[in-house]
């Protein structure tokens, strides 16, 4: 959930109304900074700072995501990688048309990621289209503790987990790749840089190392 969310002309986004919505935080907070004037008068003005910190320690590498929100808020230094997606949808979207639900996203993601390359991209050397959308499908879609919050249980009777994470997953593929032939037909050449995505996984270890649970465990 991003700081300064009425700063700099950003417009809300889907995390904005499902922290709002009461019941989806355990102690029915709503992420709202308590001293508006904090984020102004401690967070922005320091991103300088942190870029000179970063270049004092050596960094040669920083993974930032450039909000939706902020690109088309109602409907910088040089960064070596940037996120274009960071499961922040804008709330316009997901009013018009249910967002990662309608294949329009997918016009739209074009939209959005193609603006990104036209006015970042001779600052930018690797991009990323979308950070670990298992994770957005899955927790959005249906676990529901991410937003949207869709979820089939006694706490909401918005959303259907047997199709909806398949369907959100299809189309975030579909505008990763429309995404990337976009940049690499008519911005790669010219900007020298590359364009990726990131997948999550989960890591399982078996309980014991013994060679017979191992040997057992390789059996069909």
């Known amino acids: 959930y991003e700081g300064a969310v009425r700063e700099d002309g950003r417009g809300p986004t889907i995390w904005d109304a499902f922290l709002h919505t009461f019941g989806n935080i355990a102690d029915d907070s709503n992420a709202d900074v308590a001293d508006p004037t904090a984020i102004l008068l401690i967070a922005l003005p320091r991103k300088q ?15 930032i995501s450039i909000a939706w929100s902020r690109i088309f808020p109602s409907e910088l230094a040089n960064f070596t990688f940037t996120h274009s997606f960071y499961h922040d949808l804008p709330q316009a979207l997901e009013d018009k048309n249910v967002g990662w639900l309608n294949g329009h996203i997918r016009k739209d993601f074009a939209l959005f990621t193609e603006t990104c390359f036209e006015k970042f991209g001779d600052r930018v050397k690797h991009w990323i289209t979308f950070n670990e959308p298992h994770k957005f499908a899955i927790q959005g879609y249906y ?78």
């Open 143 to 220: 676990k529901g503790n991410h937003a949207p919050g869709h979820r089939s249980s006694v706490l909401s009777k918005v959303g259907d987990p047997t199709t909806e994470p398949y369907i959100v997953a299809q189309y975030a593929i579909q505008s990763h790749a429309t995404a990337a032939d976009i940049y690499r037909r008519n911005y790669k050449d010219k900007q020298n840089g590359l364009i990726g995505i990131p997948l999550d996984a989960k890591w399982y270890e078996t309980q014991t190392m013994q060679q017979q649970t191992l040997k057992q465990l390789k059996e069909p």
């Open 49 to 63: 700072d942190d870029m000179q910190l970063l270049k004092e320690m050596g960094v040669d590498a920083y993974r």
